[in-house]
């Protein structure tokens, strides 16, 4: 079974690389209770994200989404 949060997956690492390459992402495999808890971690700093599964499927098929996903990233980089 392929996973249909893949291509979500990827564009949510890609705008978290585009901020800072330097941030390991670690994104579950399966979602819990429809929510994605996604780990960002630079260096001993560790951040965590939930994000829903529309949150997540709208990263590819919305522009707006990850234009404002960008922005949310770049907030919880700075942080860390």
């Known amino acids: 079974m392929a996973d249909e949060f893949a291509p979500a997956k990827t564009r949510f690492i890609a705008l978290v690389h585009e901020i800072d390459p330097e941030v390991a992402v670690v994104i ?39 234009a404002n996903m960008h922005v949310r990233l770049r907030a919880e980089v700075a942080a860390l």
């Open 28 to 66: 579950p495999e399966r979602s819990t209770q429809d929510v994605f808890r996604i780990s960002l971690t630079r260096g001993a700093s560790r951040r965590f994200l939930t994000l829903s599964e529309d949150e997540m499927l709208d990263l590819v098929e919305d522009p707006r989404a990850a």
